[in-house]
């Protein structure tokens, strides 16, 4: 038996409401450029509307002119979407909660998460949307994703609860140790004062 290996996510296509209230969050809102527009084709009744989310794939949307938005959170019974997250950068998070109540748009307000900080806002239909940013950028030649391995193993050898700064630096500092030659004998750490 052999495995269907992913190399990322390609689209994730939600449904949406009318066509503009959909135009009107996902660029309007979160600045998502509106890239391409066609009929829905397993479903002549509905538009598709493309918009991309910063990193070149796809978020798309069916639209349909007879559904409005309800405002009501969409539900998270088993099987069901709780939440999208994009990733933005620090300078745009420090502007989320300032942004999103000159419009009026509800929201979680900032929210620690130990690696990233977060905060969450619902859709026009209710659906879940959170912001997120890394409190780090992994050394180079390195993903988050491998920084938070290295910070998960070193998190649970300690016995901590959760990932945080701490476990982030010391990852950093591993992988960096592995990753880049040095002509010294010593890497640990010194006191020169």
Known sequence: MRKLQTQGVHHITLTGADRQSTIDF???VLGMPFVFDQPNLDNADEGHLYFDPGDGRLITIFTKESRKPVHERTPTDPGCVHHIAFAV????FRQ???RLDERGIPHSG???RGFMDSIYFTDPLGLLIELAAYKFE???GHAHAD???EAHRIRVARGDRAIGE???ADAIELLVK???QSLSEDRGAKNPY
Do not use: C, F, N, Y
């Not at 950068?89 to 745009?92: H, K, N, Q, V």
């Open 178 to 180: 592995r990753s880049q």
């Open 96 to 98: 989320a909660v300032t």
């Open 110 to 112: 900032v929210k620690d």
């Open 138 to 140: 992994p050394p180079r």
């Open 147 to 149: 920084v938070m391995i």
């Open 89 to 92: 950068s620090l300078a745009t």
């Open 26 to 28: 996902w660029e309007g």
């Open 166 to 168: 701490e476990h982030l």
